[in-house]
């Protein structure tokens, strides 16, 4: 009998046999308890026994188990044996537990991990594959004490992060021109043949190839150019990049052509790739090009993707995912009581190229989310539309952030862009009029921080110039006399390589506007090699930005590719970016750093010289659950067959949430990779393997605590505990 009720197109190989053969080797006892046993429930009976028996000998680790909300300062008493004996535990307590399972497109699996491996070692099913195997021998070791976490000295990680590249290195610099010059002679060939003719992009007649080439580099500052000239199907993008793609990517790209997942890639953004490096099996640019070019699981899953953050599915009238009601039409998204999303009307509901692990996927399956650009100008209602949306705002007795995003904040129109700042103002400061008549403790929240999301600073910083600083300066000048004390540009940079002279022009621009420029980064597969993302933080530290999150990929299968393990994103957090922690004695320079934006670049590298620090680690490793919030709390409870494992997440406690939490429950997730799949992944991109041994080790997360940078300041009043704008059922 199977206690799986599908085997997951399950291919059974000799290698899973073998590591069987050794596990068993390696613990006679659990051997013993296999032989003995008349069936599973026996099976987890004596299996848990023994764990308890383990776990005993620890009082903080027993404590920790038995804990329904177990704090940081519990978490880092575990020894690295605890941690294997609860997985153990939780292996056993959830045994028989059923989950819909989002990777099987809502097939339903039993969860039972040990009575699958007796069935095994019983020859009454094959039923596992060689990557639950491996999970399962590691477990074991780990159990018996018989690993031990080799935690990487500083010098160590200091290597790893050589390995990685920036766009500001003189070499990748010279790569990059090379292949911005190849691009745009390209163009100009197309130009001159007839291929492409646009009115706003054509050379004088009986101009000389060198002067057409002075011209086209002039046309390189200017954005519209790249979004004109924006790679839009598989052949041109593989022209574009010298005829270097295989086979099988090529097959892959026109089968998403055919689906009508939509290719955008802008020429700026294409000359990061390193096509024409001069070693090119280093593979400089994994984690760039894995952004642009899909995978086999995103075609097959295509039609079939479901919405990820469920809160961000809104009718109007009823309440999201969060309790929050919020104006339908897709435009205000939110989760938070202090925060909600505006999605503008305009070209703000675009990008300029779509990231291949994009969160909003979904929504262009649905068709929602697209690149008619010229479709995304805003009407003649827009105004009047955006006046209702920000009531929303004003009204509401909690919200005091503002994040405007897309798409990107930035594609929006200067003019645009100005008008829904102007209207943030007005909202602002009739919300504040409003205060002075209501009594302390029923105020409400008045607007203390404005926030724009954007990826151009890194996919086409030519859009970042001093016409769009000079309304930025005036904006945060104006809001600042209202009371708004936070201007924050929150972008995302993914690679190092993603961090050239350019993009640093775009950010001093930001800079010197006066605005704090915090990055997100999606901890993919190809960016989460080991020094990668210690790396990045150093670069973007150097350039005067805050780390502000490390996301893990959201989504199912359709991101398979580019899944980082959450037993990953735990190791990078314990075991590099440990080495950029400061301790509390640099809080307060900290927080200071933006009320001195024009000077941040000399005040971090003061704090990180002072500190002795190779970066600010100001990020928190976090992954935004598929209901309420971002966490990194979480215990692996099950595993499927295929070794994928099954984690169960509970909220962030350091961070205020809707209400709506504390009905809701815990979250399950289950993995869309083994991390015996991910390990190969690594090693096929170049990776020792040997350097991620701990890994499987790395079983129950808990969320990092906020830094005080990203602490909404006080009011000099009481604010009313009321709640608006929310229904709990």
Not at 354 to 380: A, V
Not at 412 to 421: E, F, H, M
Not at 493 to 512: C, G, Q
Not at 633 to 647: E, N
Request: charged share 30%; with cysteine; net charge negative.
């Amino acid at each position: 009998m199977f206690y799986h009720r599908k085997i997951e197109g399950i291919d059974i190989t000799e290698g899973a046999e073998l590591i069987l053969s050794d596990l068993l080797n390696e613990n006679p006892k659990l051997k013993q308890i296999f032989d003995n046993a008349k069936d599973k429930e026996q099976v987890n009976g004596e299996i848990k026994k023994w764990a308890e028996e383990e776990l005993k000998k620890n009082p903080d680790a027993e404590n920790f188990y038995n804990s329904d909300k177990p704090d940081r300062e519990d978490y880092d008493k575990l020894m690295w044996k605890d941690f294997a004996t609860i997985r153990i535990l939780d292996y056993v307590e959830n045994s028989g537990r059923e989950f819909e399972n989002p990777n099987l497109r809502g097939d339903m699996i039993i969860n039972n991990p040990f009575a699958n491996l007796w069935l095994e070692y019983n020859n009454s099913a094959k039923a596992v594959n060689v990557n639950f195997m491996k999970d399962m021998l590691n477990l074991f070791r780990q159990f018996r004490d018989n690993s031990k976490p080799h935690l990487p000295k500083k010098e160590t990680v200091m290597k790893w992060m050589d390995r990685h590249h920036s766009g500001l290195d003189k070499d990748i610099i010279k790569i990059h021109e090379d292949n911005r010059d190849r691009i745009l002679n390209l163009i100009i060939d197309k130009i001159d043949s007839g291929e492409i003719d646009d009115r706003n992009y054509k050379f004088k007649e009986g101009i000389s190839q060198e002067e057409k080439f002075r011209t086209a580099l002039l046309w390189w500052q200017e954005p519209k150019f790249h979004l004109r000239f924006a790679i839009r199907n598989a052949d041109r993008l593989n022209e574009f990049l010298g005829n270097n793609l295989d086979d099988e990517t090529m097959d892959i790209l026109h089968e998403a052509e055919k689906l009508g997942i939509p290719i955008f890639v802008n020429p700026y953004y294409l000359s990061l790739l390193l096509v024409d490096s001069d070693d090119p099996e280093k593979n400089y640019d994994w984690a760039v090009r894995s952004y642009i070019l899909y995978s086999r699981e995103l075609i097959q899953e295509y039609g079939h993707i479901m919405a990820w953050e469920k809160e961000d599915i809104v009718k109007e009238g009823e309440p999201n995912a969060a309790g929050w009601l919020v104006p339908g039409n897709h435009c205000v998204h939110r989760r938070y009581p202090e925060v909600a999303i505006l999605i503008p009307e305009t070209m703000g509901r675009a990008c300029a190229g779509l990231c291949s692990s994009c969160q909003r996927m979904y929504d262009f399956q649905s068709g929602h989310l697209n690149f008619n650009l010229d479709k995304l100008r805003p009407k003649e209602t827009w105004k009047e539309k955006l006046q209702r949306l920000l009531r929303y705002w004003e009204e509401d007795s909690q919200l005091r952030d503002i994040l405007i995003t897309g798409g990107d904040a930035l594609m929006s129109s200067d003019k645009s862009l100005k008008q829904v700042l102007d209207e943030v103002y007005n909202m602002a400061e009739r919300k504040k009029q409003a205060n002075k008549s209501r009594p302390d403790g029923e105020k409400y929240a008045e607007l203390l921080r404005v926030r724009l999301g954007t990826r151009l600073p890194a996919y086409l910083p030519q859009r970042i110039d001093e016409n769009l600083a000079n309304i930025l300066k005036d904006f945060k000048n104006k809001a600042s006399k209202l009371g708004v004390r936070q201007f924050v540009i929150q972008t995302h940079f993914e690679s190092p390589l993603e961090i050239t002279p350019e993009s640093k022009r775009a950010i001093d621009l930001l800079i010197s506007a006066g605005w704090m420029v915090t990055n997100q980064h999606v901890f993919t597969a190809a960016s989460s090699r080991k020094g990668h993302a210690a790396k990045l933080r150093s670069v973007l530290n150097q350039i005067g930005i805050v780390n502000y999150y490390n996301f893990t990929v959201k989504g199912f299968m359709e991101n398979h590719n580019n899944f980082a393990t959450n037993a990953r994103a735990v190791q990078e957090q314990l075991e590099e970016k440990r080495f950029g922690i400061l301790n509390e004695d640099f809080y307060e320079r900290l927080k200071a750093l933006p009320d001195h934006s024009e000077d941040i670049v000399a005040n971090i590298e003061k704090i990180k010289n002072d500190a002795d620090l190779p970066f600010l680690a100001t990020d928190r490793n976090v992954l935004n659950l598929p209901g309420v919030g971002k966490s990194l709390t979480f215990r692996t409870v099950g595993i499927t067959m295929l070794g994928r494992r099954i984690l169960e997440f509970d909220h962030d406690a350091t961070r205020n949430h809707s209400p709506i939490i504390n009905k809701m429950g815990k979250v399950i997730i289950i993995e869309s990779k083994a991390i015996g799949e991910y390990l190969a992944q690594l090693e096929a991109m170049g990776d020792n393997i040997e350097e991620y041994k701990d890994l499987w080790g790395y079983s129950i997360g808990n969320t990092e605590p906020r830094m005080p940078i990203y602490e909404y300041p006080d009011y000099d009043f009481d604010i009313t505990p009321e709640y608006s704008n929310l229904q709990i059922d």
